[in-house]
């Protein structure tokens, strides 16, 4: 297979197409979309993991003790 001559291929066909539905599935195939987890820091994902961690356990507050901690 001629890598080249297939990506020629391509390009004519998506030329041709008028279809934006198509066109828009195309782009979502090429535009490598970023995952959120890669842009945090160290940090960030150490605090979520430690989050995840303490939900696992039981280890929950209500949004009342939540408040009345920011308050102080």
């Keep these: 297979m001629n890598i080249q001559a297939e990506k020629l291929k391509l390009v004519k066909m998506i030329l041709d197409v008028d279809n934006p539905n198509l ?35 039981g280890e929950t507050a209500s949004m009342d003790e939540i408040l009345k901690d920011l308050r102080k």
């Design 23 to 57: 066109i828009n599935k195309v782009k979502s195939l090429l535009y490598k979309e970023t995952d959120f987890w890669d842009t945090l820091t160290i940090e960030q994902k150490e605090d979520i993991e430690l989050g995840i961690e303490e939900l696992d356990n």
